[in-house]
């Protein structure tokens, strides 16, 4: 009965359920009678997996450890060191094998309190780092994405523009600083000197001085979307044809699922008004840097076709995206067939290419190449921690700012 009412741990919930069973107590003596439930026996554990949660996101962290057999939480504990967690396993020398992320907290705790046990990093998280590697190299290329435009038609009397669209005001400030920022580098002045004498926030220098071209800088503003983007083709069209209304091109646009407003219509237009200029032909937008990330981290055959050939002529364009697009593919049949064993192959291939986000991540593996060798081969993964972080974090937010350590501990060990 005790762990039934000390399981709610929420004030107003721990109390509903008291009275429902006819027990009258107070909020200090619920949380006394929590605090003071016996913990389950850990028993024998030979698969564990350990990984972090946040009691407070970026500032305070926990460690749990599960019960990879079972998916039972076996323990809690404050911080995410390897102490800990190298503490832990000296009291339990059966352990084997050790699923965990790619953490170097962990990989020493491990080491230092079970030496005799396998590490294994796990697949999602090797996966999610080669997304960032891929998404970081295509973001260097961000200016190549666009399709080269299609040849013009032979319209001899067609009105030319009157007047080209004035360049974005934040893509004037980003080649000036590009110009400036590459100008103080040439002269030897260092990257922090540069954003003192221009203002600027390191990282923006870092991207500034790295960028060969200011092209490459400005792209991405160029790619935001525009909630009357999926509309421009019509728009021209139809100001081309002669309706120059904005409110009735808005109407038009409203009835095929445009979800904008009026203003955004006329501001569009606006540039064409001026000597009644003829609106250009937008051309496909260039797809974002994420989309292209997203293509080539999918599986070949689960792409839309419209979207594989998008992809198929982005790769004859660019050939080191089409490299890089190779070694992903690579890597996935590496780890989803378990040929741990072609490792050390895939990271001297990618170190040998100019892919340097992808090179900085093969790098990577490479300290920790057992336990990730052991992930690409052996069955073991830390999903069931995942699950069990998931869970976690629920039962934290229902405990309505209760969620200290103690009694989110006895929560989590117990409501099993």
């Known amino acids: 009965m005790l762990t039934r009412i000390g399981l709610a741990l929420a004030g107003r919930a721990g109390a509903r359920l ?31 997996g350990v990984d972090d949660f946040a009691f407070r996101k970026g500032r305070h962290y926990g460690t749990v450890l ?4 079972t998916h039972r939480p076996l323990h809690l504990c404050e911080g995410r060191e390897g102490e800990d967690l190298a503490a832990w396993l000296r009291d339990h020398p059966e352990v084997k094998v050790i699923c965990r992320d790619r953490s170097s907290g962990y990989a020493e705790g491990a080491r230092i309190g079970a030496p005799q046990a396998e590490q294994v990093a796990d697949r999602y998280h090797l996966w999610a780092n080669l997304g960032q590697a ?3 190299t295509v973001n260097g290329h961000r200016s190549r994405l666009a399709e080269p435009p299609s040849e013009p038609a032979d319209t001899p009397d067609e009105p030319q523009v009157v007047r080209l669209p004035t360049e974005l005001k934040i893509v004037t400030r980003l080649r000036e600083q590009h110009a400036a920022a590459h100008e103080l ?23 500034l001085v790295d960028a060969p071209s200011a092209d490459d800088v400005v792209a991405k503003s160029l790619q935001r979307a525009h909630v009357v983007d ?20 808005y109407r038009e646009i409203q009835e095929q699922g445009y979800p904008g407003g009026e203003l955004a219509v006329q501001r569009h237009l606006r540039q064409y008004r001026t000597g009644r200029g003829h609106a250009p032909d937008p051309g496909p937008k260039p797809p974002s840097v994420r989309e292209v990330t997203s293509w080539i981290m999918t599986h070949p055959e689960h792409l839309r076709d419209e979207v594989a050939g998008k992809l198929y002529r982005l790769r ?38 100019s892919l340097a986000p992808l090179a900085g991540f093969a790098r990577n593996l490479r300290r920790d190449f057992d ?13 069931a921690v995942e699950g069990n972080i998931n869970r976690l974090k629920m039962l934290k937010r229902q405990m309505f700012g209760r969620a200290s350590l103690d009694l989110l501990r006895k929560r989590v060990l117990l409501a099993r």
Do not use: C
Not at 66 to 69: E, K, L
């Open 185 to 207: 580098w040439q002269q030897g002045m260092s990257k922090a000197g540069i954003g003192r004498k221009l203002g600027l926030h390191q990282a923006t220098v870092r991207k």
């Open 18 to 48: 008291a009275s429902a069973v006819g027990i009258t107590v107070g909020k200090d003596t619920l949380l006394r009678l929590v605090r003071a439930l016996p913990e389950p026996e850990v028993g024998e554990v030979e698969v564990l």
């Open 371 to 383: 336990a990730v060798r052991n992930g690409l081969s052996l069955p073991h993964s830390s999903g």
């Open 230 to 249: 999926p509309y421009v083709g019509y728009l021209h069209r139809r100001w081309n044809d002669g309706v120059r209304n904005a409110t009735q091109l």
């Open 316 to 353: 004859e364009r660019d050939p080191e995206l089409d490299r890089l697009t190779l070694h992903v593919r690579k890597f996935a049949v590496m780890m989803t067939a378990r040929h741990g064993d072609r490792l050390e192959d895939w990271i001297t291939e990618v170190e040998r290419d």
């Open 134 to 136: 891929v998404e970081k």
């Open 66 to 69: 599960i019960d990879m057999a």
